[in-house]
């Protein structure tokens, strides 16, 4: 199997040249053609002077000159950035100027509203679009590229020596904690995880795959990367409604699908064909907790698929899975470690936890990255000595400590306790989010729900829980506090309940608890002034 990204459509070619590789709306594209479209794009890169590991950024939504962009901007030695097309001039300017990126590849109406800040990317000498016109009246000092023009600056040059350690991509954290931060993937990163997935996935070339999350996002991307990997189809799609999601589901005769856990809940209200079941194999979800009362909704309406429950972070893609047969008898756990990793639950002295004792989830094996693009600082803070390494090793092993705190049962099945960013300290106490929003969800009252702590005069925060429901102004907080109170410890209880329309996003789909956190800072500020 090839150890560079940029190799496995060639090795799917060489198997099976007409096996479809990419559908996106009405269009297909086979193996053969996938892999003749990427030598071509990476020679013009080459001709257009992309230099080895340079930086090169792809700022589209899913469609094939995404796709093939990714994986010829690594063929010609560069490292590809996806930018998450939902994203803003401004966020999108932060990128570039971040990694320094030399060529950008994008459309005429997304150059448009990038003209006014590219000034200010003095690294940037190309913009490559996608249409074979470019747009009127843009004054921008980067040199613009039609599609065409591209393509005809692709004449014979040598490759570029590479091995499976050279950088791939830079993926950009959502910045729940400040500016965004760029994680650095290796081509072994990025194809051990593929590799990974497929194992305990049972991922095969029959499979069709819907990718409905970024690629910018590591767990959209690996949809893609999977079925490179094995050979299978991965159907490309930008949805407006939760709707077009499930039309796509039955219509592409879909087998596995993967989502966080505000589209799953989403989902789960809607109906589904009955001809989903017969053909959707697995479901997976991973960014956060899958409220019981979602998950069991959507088990109900595919009831032969199975549903893996995950947990991953993007400075080491994925960490554990859980078995579907094991989700009846441990739906809370995040299960144990996926192929090719160790996952250590460990103090702050990085000595092991005992059973049930929470500690801080450490992550080794080859899916660990490179570290954050230019920030040694943060990544000293996550990119750490591995635990329990043998002191004659003279070369120390880096692992990944993620901030996130776990515990283990007896049999080594792993529970999510919340993040160490996300704990709430209300009273003394240290308080997980999760434990809130699951009675919230199990009342069936709110579509979604985020627990936050919001500064308070006694309580250190004091717990606030923000809910999206149809009518907001008409809905029972009371209800909500009331069942917590019949369910939960004192301290646990919100103080107060919140209704809105709908709950902010961060670019990767999940719930934007920043955002929430600061609109709501001033809820419990006190006027000391008599």
Sequence with gaps: MPSLLHLLPDAAAERTPKATAIVHKNQQWDFQSLAQMVLQQAQALQNLHLQKQQRAAVYLPKQIETVSSFLAIAQAGGVFVPVNPVLKAAQVAYILNDCQVQILITSASRLQS????????????????????????????????????????????????????????????????????????????????????????????????????????????????????????????????PKDVINALAKQQITGLAAVPPLWAQLANLPWPAEINQQLRYMTNSGGKMPKSVLSAIRQKVPDSQFFLMYGLTEAFRSTYLPPA??????????????????????????????????????????????????????????????????????????????????????????FVGRKDDMIKTSGYRVSPTEIEEVVYASGLAKEAAALGIEHHSLGQAVVVVVSADQPEQFDGQAIINLCKAQLPNFMVPAKVIALASLPRNPNGKIDRKTLTAEFALLFQVDDVQ
Excluded at 194 to 202: K, N, P
Excluded at 351 to 378: F, I, Q
Aim: with cysteine; glycine share 8%; net charge negative.
């Design 114 to 241: 990038l003209a006014t800040v590219l000034a200010d990317c003095p690294h940037l000498h190309t913009v490559i679009l996608v249409e074979d016109s470019p747009p009127t009246s843009i004054n921008i000092p980067q040199t613009v590229l039609t599609w065409q023009a591209y393509l005809h600056c692709a004449l014979p040059c040598t490759p570029p020596t590479l091995i499976d350690t050279d950088m791939a991509a830079i993926l950009y954290t959502s910045g729940s904690t400040g500016k965004p931060k760029g994680v650095v993937l290796s081509h072994r990163n990025i194809v051990a995880g593929a590799e990974s997935v497929s194992e305990y996935l049972g991922i095969t070339a029959s499979d069709r795959l819907l990718a409905v999350l970024p690629f910018s996002f590591d767990y959209g991307l690996n949809q893609l990367t999977t079925c490179l990997l094995k050979g299978g189809c991965c159907v490309l799609l930008d949805y407006l409604l």
């Design 326 to 415: 094991e989700i009846d008898n441990r739906p809370d756990s995040i299960g144990k470690a996926i192929p090719n990793a160790e996952i250590l639950v460990v103090r702050e002295d990085g000595s092991e936890c005992t059973a049930h004792e929470p500690g801080e989830l450490v992550h080794r094996g080859p899916l660990v990255a490179m570290g954050y693009w230019n920030d040694a600082a943060k990544t000293a803070e996550r990119f750490k000595p591995a635990p329990g390494q043998l002191p004659e090793l003279p070369l120390t092993e880096i692992a990944v400590w993620s901030g996130d705190t776990v515990s283990k049962d007896e049999e080594g099945y792993l529970y």
